[in-house]
């Protein structure tokens, strides 16, 4: 299990590019199961998220490869639809191949991916909405056993917003029976580019990227033979803002997408840093004298996202002043609160809330243990920022969703190293 080294207490500067969206790449992967042909992804992450979704479409007969910069997924007519326990559980989003395959193949066989560090994450959701498309869903073994003739179009609306349910049922209406109406959806842009990318498949989509997308189900899809550029990643880049701002810096994230992290940028503003958004990519500049505190809610698109809440209040332990951050989307999200009290930080957590009595003269370096992907993220931007060295265990985390994050980091001037354990 590898660990990062990092000597904190430089400010970062430079600028940096970032990569395509990992949780927009996988979605369009596991999509591409919807109909035969070559599908070619430029802009796809080299992430462990990405091998695992590969291996899973692999074992559903899809042939997977790296060809130069494209990803290519080869989809053959014989499919299989069993989605076994052994890949859903190294990756929750692996349930999102439950959509397409029982609206392609009439039956989905796919393991439940049970609970993680950051809470239950259950798919009731995405269950009840297939059911109402005419799916008979059970239960038994660990397995959700679904079948459906030709699933049918209807109006679903959803209790909470959910990326995840949002996606599924998408995914199977596109090739359903008549005209789905998605009330409540989520707004998140990896949602956008699911949507944008079945369109060059031929669906029927409208309304993607507000909180009624329509969907008028076609017979059958066709591989455009084009490449489908992914969208750049709006956490890997606002975690990359963060290592700027919390080590006092200035930096440029290129091709960081302005729009989509506006609740970062409102807040990091109010917090005193400076943002300038460009065509080309996103620079924040620190101010001289320390931040000073502001309080964060999370919440779903386009409000501030909980996939950066770790990040921020790393941020916040810094800062001049108490922070209040509140976590309103998952359950167990504050995993790196006993972390980061190890280096230092002065932070009282319950349930959903943490009060953060900024340090503005720092932190200090200690070895942490990496929990959940994002938390290891905040641990990283604290150990950047925290005077001394700082040892991340567990990293594996991390490279889940951050591709080669030490040599972005080092390019903006940061020492940090990982150590092969
Ligand atoms: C996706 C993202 C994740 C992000 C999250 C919220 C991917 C691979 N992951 O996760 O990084 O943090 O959106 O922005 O894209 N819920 C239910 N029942 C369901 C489905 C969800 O109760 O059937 C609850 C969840 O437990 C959670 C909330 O709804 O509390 C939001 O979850 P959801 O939006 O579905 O998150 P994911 O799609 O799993």
């Known amino acids: 299990m590898d660990q990062f080294l990092i000597q904190g207490g430089i400010p970062l500067s430079g600028e940096v590019q970032v990569s395509g969206a990992k949780n927009s790449a996988l979605k369009l992967l596991i999509a591409s199961l919807l109909c035969e042909g070559r599908h070619y992804f430029r802009n796809v992450p080299n992430l462990v998220d990405i091998h695992s979704t590969a291996k899973l479409l692999e074992t559903l007969g899809v042939k997977t490869f790296f060809e130069n910069d494209l990803f290519i997924c080869d989809v053959g007519p014989a499919q299989q639809t069993l989605a076994h326990y052994d890949l859903v559980r190294k990756m929750r989003a692996s349930i999102l191949v439950l959509g397409p395959l029982l609206t392609k193949y009439g039956r989905a066989q796919v ?39 030709r699933l049918k179009g209807t109006k679903i609306l959803f209790d909470q917003v959910t990326v995840g349910g949002t996606e599924n049922v998408l995914m199977a209406a596109v090739l359903a029976e008549g005209k789905t109406v998605i009330e409540n959806a989520a707004k998140e842009p990896e949602i956008v580019d699911l949507a944008n990318f079945l369109i060059t498949l031929g669906a029927k989509i409208k309304g993607q990227g507000t909180s009624c997308i329509e969907i008028e189900g076609v017979n059958s899809l066709r591989a455009s033979g084009k490449e489908y550029v992914v969208m750049p990643d709006r956490i890997e880049a606002g975690t990359l803002l963060l290592a700027g701002a919390i080590t006092g810096g200035r930096v440029k994230v290129q091709q960081a997408p302005p729009f989509h992290l506006e609740a970062l940028f409102s807040k990091l503003r109010e917090a005193g840093f400076k943002i ?67 280096m230092g930080a002065d932070i009282t957590s319950k349930s959903r809330v943490a009060v953060v009595r900024g340090r503005p003269r720092g932190l200090t370096g200690a070895p942490v243990m990496a929990t959940d992907l994002r938390a290891s993220a905040s641990l990283v931007l604290a150990g950047l920022a925290a005077q001394g060295q700082t040892t991340v265990n567990r990293i594996y985390h991390l490279d889940r969703g951050y591709e080669r994050l030490e040599q972005k980091l080092q390019c903006l001037g940061a020492k940090v190293e990982r150590i092969a354990t």
Do not use: K, W
């Open 111 to 149: 393991s439940l991916p049970g609970g993680c560090a950051i809470g239950n994450r259950p798919i009731d959701l995405h269950i009840e909405a297939l059911r109402q498309m005419g799916a008979e869903i059970t239960i038994e073994e660990g397995y959700v056993h679904a079948r459906a003739s």
């Open 276 to 342: 300038v958004e460009e065509a080309d990519g996103v620079t924040l500049e620190s101010p001289s004298g320390g931040h000073r505190a502001v309080d964060v809610t999370t919440a779903p698109y386009p409000h501030f996202p909980t996939d950066l809440q770790a990040q921020f209040m790393a941020l916040m332990c810094f800062a001049h002043g108490t922070s209040v951050i509140t976590e309103t989307v998952f359950e167990n999200r504050f995993m790196h609160v006993p972390e980061l009290m190890r």
